[in-house]
């Protein structure tokens, strides 16, 4: 049987996470000046609380059932890859869509927690969505994601003012290969795009000696589940492999600034109508989920 495609449904359909109704209660998610600053300058700031446990389980259980394509419907899924990795001995399991369809990997777009700080480092602009993703490493054998700047698989859509937050739903640690990051990469410009589950190190071929350096000053970036890291689109970072016993799971918000086009005349995602080229991303599947952090509603 079919899912009910949620991509309908511009607003929660659960009551997950509740709505402040005042700017006090906003307060509570709006990040410091030292967050912004420290995001500004190193194209990444981890620490954010997203989910508590009940949220967390939750997920973890929706997530559980969509890794297995016997379980559910997975045709509204704009890409579904049991396994992505170009490494016969690990396996990756990425995904694009499931907002689509479950209720609360849905209704966690519109997460107060996420929306504010998306908006603040966004330049307190109005934030618009893009598309979300699955990351799943089993256990021992969990594969790699490339080093890469995630706006490189994005250039179909200008200009750059695109964010990402990415929330592990299990302790993500050095051994069961949390992010990693180069600081204030984000200022290096725009960089070739490497195969997201192949070498974890081929980007390095395109980068100057002096890029190659900053590889020393590397930041393993553990964190707890349910607590985001947000990332700025151009920023490098990649994870190595899952070596423990326990999964490790996580899903990705990517967003943008609202006003944000389309640089092509072909489907943005799999399985969506096209926004022709010069036009503005909205529609559908393209929600705007917050009108800024200086404008509450
Ligand atoms: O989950 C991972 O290890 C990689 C995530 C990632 O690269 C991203 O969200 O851009």
Redesign the pocket.
């Known amino acids: 049987m079919q899912s009910k495609d949620l991509s309908e449904f511009h607003q929660q359909v659960s009551d997950m996470f509740p709505w402040p109704k005042t700017d006090e209660e906003w307060d509570r998610y709006r990040l410091s000046k030292d967050q912004v600053n420290f995001f500004n300058e190193n194209g990444y700031l981890p620490g954010i609380r997203m989910l508590n446990e009940e949220q967390l389980a939750i997920l973890r259980e929706e997530l559980f059932q969509l890794i297995d394509p016997a379980r559910h419907d997975n045709s509204l899924f704009y890409e579904y890859n049991s396994n992505e990795s170009t490494d016969p001995q690990t396996i990756l399991f990425h995904a694009l869509g499931e907002w689509r369809i479950t209720r609360g990997l849905h209704d966690v777009l519109w997460n107060p927690a996420f929306v504010m700080a998306a908006s603040q480092l966004l330049d307190d602009k109005p934030v618009r969505f893009w598309h979300d ?1 699955i ?1 799943y ?1 089993p256990p021992k054998k969990g594969g ?2 490339a080093w ?1 700047q ?1 706006y490189s698989y994005w250039t179909r859509t200008k200009p750059v003012a695109h964010i ?1 937050c ?1 929330c ?1 739903l299990d302790d ?1 640690t050095a051994e069961n ?3 990693q990051y180069i600081p204030a990469s984000h200022k290096w410009g725009l960089l070739p795009k490497p195969v ?1 589950a192949g070498d974890l190190h081929g980007i390095r071929e395109f980068l100057t000696a002096e890029q190659q350096k900053q590889f020393d000053n590397a930041q393993l970036v553990p964190a707890k589940a349910g607590e985001a890291i947000f ?1 700025h689109s151009l920023a490098l ?3 190595g492999e899952n070596k423990s016993s326990e999964p ?1 799971r ?1 899903f ?1 918000i ?1 967003a943008f600034a609202d006003g944000v086009v389309s640089d092509t005349d072909e489907p943005l995602l799999q399985g969506v109508p096209p926004v022709l080229k010069g036009n503005k991303m909205e529609g559908q599947f393209f929600p705007l989920l917050f009108k800024g952090s200086g404008q509450l509603q």
């Open positions: 993703q990351f490493k790699v994601v890469h995630d990402t990415w592990p993500a290969g949390c992010l997201i990332h970072h990649g994870s490790r996580a990705v990517n």
